[in-house]
């Protein structure tokens, strides 16, 4: 049986409350999310285009043009020794307090994509919300943003179809974006960098849980656009002396540098180091894992108290680039057989482990810990939580492979996911976790087919996609509802929001096995 513990709370109040008092004299200070709000309170539908002026210009970075030109290019010229990009580089992570104490550090980063010579459409900027208590994702569709360097243009187009391909889940929270600096410190480096002629995607994200759901959309994105990179904003540790500053940081910053997803989630997720843009830097290791990259280049480390001189509470800046082989990136046509079975045992265990993930969570905002020692458990596979209560749907999301976690915590993520993030449905409430029926689907991967004929109804999972819209529906729900062949492919598009006949007209076509089971089993 699985050994749960309790897990620490990822954002303390006390954090926040701290946060905000040092805001004003520290270089940089994140307000910590632990009072949030729905991801839905406040939404703005996008009606008309907006421009959001400079909110940090002279203060975290001079006012004039002149004086701020020659800031950044000072940094940029003082940054040596960068290696050469290998491929196609398709991601930065850059730090964001004021220029005086992290500029240095983020120049690396620019430099290294200016001197890459690449051509850049469209910047996808992900950063965390320090001002306002974000719950879920954020994608500013409306507003192009100013600087004293000119305006960028916000890709609107773009942005509205990582909304729709989120099918709900992301939306456009205005009061989120209004005075984040967070996006806004990279604007004055990418237009030194970049020059003219490039758009940006705005995208706030507090938590590590929402990051899979955004790296598979922004996977998508990178992967049809050769002109799309993603600039993921973090600061490193906050407030500690020097010398554990620095050793706090450069342990993160070797997981970095390796590109281990696995750990750099559980350590942001857990709270055992500090990324105040945890979930953004997560999203851009996702995607650059699920688009073949090996490792990330660490260009450079330094914090606080390197830059400014003061050393007794420092915080922690890093650049790190990430490239992927160059070519066209093609999805790997994988085996829809399901190679290893749970046992009764194993499945028991996965399911109490669902169960115990989300009554943790919906009561106390926090992901147990959980440790398993059967090796299937631990496989790499993906999976999808269902919740029902009195035999109705309450929540149904899940994850395919290639995933960089075992099972056992995949399972964790859907089954939070499931619980509080499915777009249909609020979040569910304590009380509603006492009479919940678990169902849990593990899956093959996916394997593209080239005729409608290969799919065998009740043993074929489908997933039907087409540009950025993607729609899935599971074995059993044909099943369920006595769907035939041209039903199934009808409902799969429309849970796709593309029209019911898509399959016959350009739209990709994907089939999966799973093994499932739930409580009545």
Known sequence: MSKIKSGRRWLSKLQGAVAILLVAVMPCAVFGAGESVSKKGGAKPPVKSELRLPAFAGQWYPAGRDDLARMVDGFMEAAKGLPKVKGRLIGLVSPHAGFVFSGPVAAFGYKLLAESGQKVGTVILIGPSHRFPLDGVSVNN???????????????????????????????????HAREHSLEAQLPF??????????????LVNYPTFSARLASVLTKVVSRRKDVIIVASSDMSHYHP????????????????????????????????????????????????????KSMMGLKYLNSGDTSGHKEAVVGYCSVAVSIP??????????TGMNEQLNDSEKKELLSIARETIREYVRHHRVPKVEVH??????????????????????????????????YMIVQEMAVAAATQDPRFPPM????????????????????????????????????????????????????????????????????????????????IYVFTAQVFGDKD
């Open 142 to 176: 409306v507003q192009d943003y100013q600087t004293p360097l000119g305006v960028i243009k916000n890709d609107r187009k773009l942005a509205d179809e990582i909304i729709k391909a989120s099918d709900g889940e992301f939306q456009y929270v205005p009061q989120a």
């Open 190 to 203: 990418l237009q030194r960098s970049l020059k003219k002629g490039f758009k940006i995607v705005p995208i």
């Open 242 to 293: 020097y010398a554990e500053s620095r050793r706090m940081d450069l342990r993160t910053f070797e997981i970095l540098k390796k590109l281990d997803v696995k750990a750099l989630r559980k350590m942001v997720s857990g709270r055992e180091t500090y990324l105040c843009g945890g979930a953004a830097v997560l999203t851009l290791a996702e995607v650059a894992r699920s688009l073949g990259a």
């Open 326 to 335: 160059a070519g066209k990136i093609k999805q790997e046509n994988r085996s």
């Open 374 to 407: 059967s090796e299937r458990l631990k496989m790499r596979r993906g999976a999808f939580v269902t919740i029902k209560r009195h035999g109705s749907l309450r929540g149904c999301i899940g994850r395919f492979s290639p995933v960089s976690e075992p099972l």
């Open 429 to 508: 409430s304590a009380s509603e976790t006492e009479d919940m029926q678990i169902e849990i689907s593990v899956l093959s991967d996916l394997s593209k087919i080239k005729s409608i004929d290969e799919i065998k109804v009740g043993v074929h999972g489908l997933e039907i996609e087409k540009g950025l819209f993607r729609g899935v529906l599971l074995p059993q729900v044909a099943t369920e509802y006595g769907w035939d062949r041209t039903t199934f492919l009808e409902q799969t598009c429309r849970k796709a929001g593309l029209p019911s006949d898509a399959y016959k007209k350009g739209a990709t």
